[in-house]
């Protein structure tokens, strides 16, 4: 059987450690074939955003187009979107090629405290790519924003959930790492209920990226074909051992260990 090929429509990190470079990373870790559009180029380390650069609508468009005629995409994710200009070319291009499942990581800031969408592309967001979505991976301040309510408690976690499968997305899975939780967790709210994933909370300044990182890891699994609670559960453990075995570089936040040496345990949910 031929290598499923995942597709990642995002932003470059010139760090490595979020964005394009951390998809890339996670599709050869978890083996499948990565091919990626890049919608803007961030001056970014792990201490912060120095500039942005959005790539011409036009060129993300035709990226996108290269690699869909050419590929037979089993799965895809979007990171970085970060104008609305740029959602619309993108949503475009998605319903042209017929491509899912879709993986929406909704990345509004980054972690360093930089945003990363324009608040007036918020709503495009809302109204244009959620309805395509297969999964949104929101954290607890972007399913705030994508829900328009305060989340408090495990309670408001599902109720942002259940609000944002409502714009038309088909599962959100609000993870739980902005939590005081220990150990974290993450609800995938989808039609059968709520799912719960756990994992022991990891003290580590080690966390840039964790977010690209555990969104590639759920299109990953479903490139392989795995049902959605399966995928969630397996990029939920591939995420700790990341992080687990981070390899401590940088000053500020540091990337995660792509590549680590052993899985681990089934978290279950």
């Not at 990190?13 to 499948?32: E, H, M, N, P």
């Not at 990953?220 to 591939?238: H, I, S």
């Amino acid at each position: 059987m031929s290598q499923p090929v995942v597709l990642t429509i995002a932003g470059s990190d010139s760090g490595a450690g979020a964005g394009i470079q951390a998809d890339l990373k996670t599709f050869a870790a978890l083996g499948v074939y990565g091919v990626s559009v890049v919608t803007a180029i961030t001056a970014q380390n792990t201490v912060g955003v120095r500039a942005v650069q959005e790539i011409d609508p036009d060129v993300i468009a035709s990226q996108l187009d290269a690699v869909a005629e050419d590929f037979s995409i089993a799965a895809l994710k979007t990171g970085m979107l970060s104008s609305a200009a740029i959602i619309d070319i993108v949503v475009a291009g998605l319903q042209r090629h017929a491509l899912r499942p879709l993986v929406v990581d909704p990345v509004m800031i980054a972690k360093s405290g930089d945003r990363l969408l324009r608040e007036d592309a918020v709503e495009t967001l809302r109204r244009a790519l959620l309805p395509l979505a297969d999964v949104v991976t929101p954290n607890i301040p972007e399913a705030e924003v994508l829900a328009g309510i305060t989340i408090r408690t495990r309670a408001d976690r599902v109720a942002a959930g259940r609000a944002i499968i409502r714009l038309g997305a088909h599962a959100v899975v609000v993870k739980g790492g902005h939590s005081d939780d220990d150990p974290i967790v993450d609800l995938l709210v989808d039609d059968d209920g709520v799912h719960e994933f756990r994992a022991a909370r990891i003290a580590t300044m080690s966390t840039h990226g964790t977010g690209c990182t555990f969104s590639s890891a759920i299109a990953a699994g479903l490139g392989r074909g795995e049902d959605l609670a399966t995928a969630v559960g397996e990029a939920r453990d591939y995420l700790s051992s990341a992080l687990a075995q981070a390899p401590g570089l940088g000053h500020g936040h540091g990337p995660l260990n792509h590549f680590p040496v052993r899985q681990a345990a089934h978290a279950g949910h």
